[in-house]
């Protein structure tokens, strides 16, 4: 990436990133007033908005090489299973631990 496409690259990713906070909230405060079979729904889309924020946080770190960019990841190599619904990405565990070294 040329520092053009960079700047642009991170400019979206902060922009994704505001909007997947905000969403996150939203989805908040619709959990508080739901039940059941819904209230499941809902936590599941929690679930997964959590890990797109944490993989678009961590690719924004990527592009400013504060983390490193596996192949495996580029690739699809390695993927976990589809039917994951019960549980997070086991690979968010590791992309949220290499965030938290960087930022510190």
Same mark, same amino acid.
């Given at each position: 990436?040329?520092?053009? *496409?960079?700047? *642009?690259?991170? #400019?979206?990713?902060?922009?994704?990133?505001?909007?997947?906070?905000?969403?996150?909230?939203?989805?908040?405060?619709?959990?508080?007033?739901? &039940? =059941?079979?819904?209230?499941? &729904?809902? @936590?599941?889309?929690?679930?997964? /908005? +959590? *890990? $797109?924020?944490?993989? !678009?946080?961590? $690719?924004? +770190?990527?592009? /400013? *090489?504060?983390? @490193? #960019?596996? /192949?495996? +990841?580029?690739? =699809?190599? =390695?993927?976990? =299973?589809?039917?994951?619904? #019960? !549980? /997070?990405?086991?690979?968010?565990? !590791? #992309?949220?631990?290499? $965030? $938290?070294?960087?930022?510190?």
């Amino acid at each position: 990436m040329n520092f053009n *496409e960079r700047t *642009e690259f991170l #400019l979206a990713m902060v922009e994704a990133s505001n909007t997947i906070a905000s969403v996150q909230a939203a989805l908040q405060r619709a959990q508080r007033q739901c &039940h =059941g079979e819904i209230y499941d &729904h809902v @936590e599941l889309m929690s679930r997964r /908005l +959590y *890990e $797109l924020r944490i993989k !678009s946080d961590w $690719l924004r +770190y990527a592009a /400013l *090489e504060k983390v @490193e #960019l596996p /192949l495996q +990841y580029a690739d =699809g190599e =390695g993927r976990q =299973g589809v039917d994951r619904r #019960l !549980s /997070l990405d086991r690979r968010i565990i !590791s #992309l949220r631990k290499q $965030l $938290l070294e960087a930022s510190a």
